[in-house]
């Protein structure tokens, strides 16, 4: 059973940081792409950054030099570092989880995605 779990959200001032994780618990499988996942009320969910097993990372252009996707193997846990903070970042952030490792970009689509998490606030005002 994959559970994945987020941590981190808040409230923040424009140009504050915020670090979000997600913490993946019966999650075996040795490739795999993971991402985090943005939407906003009346938006639709868009894709924020991803990686897969190899370590490979991918951004949406709207993020790119300010957010920072990353993981440690050895807590099963994904990161996402949220610098530069700007009121558009404003929505609630999932991470998800596929085995198919394969076209592990921001822009995958969502439906791809096996395993979601609950969801954590971003606030940025």
């Known amino acids: 059973h994959v559970q994945l779990v987020e941590s981190g959200g808040g409230l923040v001032q424009p140009g504050g940081s915020l670090r979000l994780s997600c913490a993946a618990s019966?999650?075996?499988?040795?490739?795999?792409?993971m991402g985090w996942f943005r939407q906003a009320p009346g938006k639709e969910r868009e894709g924020v950054a991803a990686i897969d097993s190899d370590g490979s990372t991918s951004y949406a252009d709207s993020v790119k030099g300010r957010f920072t996707i990353s993981q440690d193997n050895a807590k099963n846990t994904l990161y996402l570092q949220m610098n530069s903070l700007k009121p558009e970042d404003t929505a609630m952030y999932y991470c998800?989880?596929?085995?198919?490792?394969?076209?592990?970009?921001?822009?995958?689509?969502?439906?791809?995605?096996?395993?979601w998490g609950q969801g954590t606030q971003v606030t940025v005002s």
């Open positions: 998800a989880a596929d085995h198919f490792g394969g076209y592990c970009y921001s822009t995958r689509s969502p439906r791809t995605y096996n395993y």
């Open positions: 019966g999650y075996t499988y040795s490739s795999y792409c």
